[in-house]
């Protein structure tokens, strides 16, 4: 399953879905960095160990005059009940696996619901999130990682179940 949250309207990607991240501070690593602001934004852990780079995004943010690079990692979660930072974040859902291709999906918007959460004044709830919604508002960066996610998975699916010759007995 994949996390998604939504940006809370508080600076950039006001109300965007995206995937939980930010942020080097100082002089972590960008493992470390995708570990912390995992946590800081959503409250779940991630191990460590587990953390792989899948897809490198270049941005810009051309009122500002910044350009910045973005690292998509996967990573396994250790929990996942979300308890949101209410000043970056006001909802967030997992992304069941069999509808993860969805969200790519141009042609059609689909109304399939997830189970997600969102706060209101000031509370975490359960909330039903329509995967249109996501459709609509993720960005191109993190559609092009997730498009990389899924390759990559396939990938290794079709290489754990290709048969070695030298195992054909």
Known sequence: DVLVTQRASRGMYNGMWVFPGGHVDGAEGIVQAAQREVFEETGIRVDRRTLKPRAVWEGAVTSKRRQFCVVFFEGLAQGVRPKLQTKEVVRAAWVPKELVPRILDTHVWHQDNIAGIEIVNGKQIPATIQLADLQQGLG??????????????????????AVNPAQRL
Request: proline share 0%; aromatic share 10%.
């Open 140 to 161: 191109s960066g993190h559609k092009f990682a997730l498009k990389h996610f899924l390759e990559a998975r396939d990938r290794e699916r079709s290489s754990s179940t």
